[in-house]
């Protein structure tokens, strides 16, 4: 079964501040998403990463695929609180989620 | 309409009951999906449809039936169940289910609760 990691777990970071979320995963996939969740809410979908080296970008949040290294990064640029979440990857076509990572962003 | 429902929002039932979960989207959307999600835990993937046939059932036990009536529309009908099955469950559909681009879009979910 394939096995994907999110660290850090817990993220607590300041506003103005910069940060990145890193998603593992244990076999080839040539899928990656990223996804949302307020408390208590539904998931929301970020991005859908394709293929190796891509990259998107919406407003303060950055996601990136290495498919070689298994590996997709969720990088957050001068964080604001409305970032506080719960942030999941999830892989391949079955998607298998991440542990989520649940991010604290202080005033 | 980029907008899957589901009702009820909330519910409350005994171990020998029956009820039934009811998802709906209108994006013409050839994939949907049932998940469990535990309070603070990832959402595990429980049943997928495509193109209204069962493409996957991730070993789900049989207290849990889906049905999907036709394209638009996906229940899960629960019958006796316990009380470790409380949780949050959402449905989500994509255009299709294998290949291509294809985005997930979740329902605001069904809180339940099993006593």
């Given at each position: ?9 817990f993220l ?10 890193y998603c593992?995963?244990s076999t ?14 539904s998931?929301?979908?970020?991005f859908v990463?394709?293929?190796n080296?891509a990259v998107?970008?919406e407003?303060?949040l ?5 498919t ?5 990064t969720?990088h957050?640029t001068a964080?604001?609180?409305?970032l506080s979440a ?8 079955k ?13 | ?13 005994g ?5 039934s979960l009811k ?12 998940y ?6 990832p959402?595990?993937?429980m049943?997928?449809y495509?193109?209204e046939?069962?493409?996957i059932?991730?070993?789900v ?8 009536p036709?394209s638009?529309?996906l229940n ?5 169940l ?5 949780a949050?469950?959402l449905?989500?559909?994509?255009p299709t ?9 979740f329902?605001?979910g069904?809180?339940l609760?099993?006593t």
């Amino acid at each position: 079964e394939l096995k994907v990691e999110q660290n850090p777990l817990f993220l607590s970071m300041q506003e103005g501040k910069n940060y990145t979320i890193y998603c593992n995963y244990s076999t080839t996939s040539d899928r990656l998403y990223w996804y949302r969740q307020d408390p208590g809410k539904s998931l929301e979908s970020l991005f859908v990463l394709l293929s190796n080296g891509a990259v998107k970008q919406e407003g303060r949040l950055m996601a990136s695929l290495d498919t070689k290294a298994r590996l997709s990064t969720l990088h957050i640029t001068a964080a604001v609180h409305d970032l506080s979440a719960t942030y999941f990857c999830a892989v391949d076509n079955k998607f298998y989620f991440g542990t989520g990572t649940s991010l604290t962003v202080i005033p | 309409d980029t907008e899957v429902t589901q009702t009820p929002k909330h519910l409350v039932m005994g171990m020998t009951n029956k009820k039934s979960l009811k998802c709906e989207q209108h994006m013409g959307h050839r994939a949907m999906y049932w998940y469990k999600q535990k309070a603070k835990k990832p959402p595990e993937l429980m049943f997928v449809y495509s193109y209204e046939k069962l493409s996957i059932n991730e070993s789900v036990p049989s207290r849990f039936s889906p049905e999907c009536p036709n394209s638009s529309l996906l229940n899960l009908h629960l019958h006796a169940l316990q009380p470790e099955d409380s949780a949050l469950y959402l449905c989500a559909s994509s255009p299709t289910f294998a290949g291509g681009t294809y985005e997930q879009y979740f329902g605001p979910g069904t809180r339940l609760t099993v006593t």
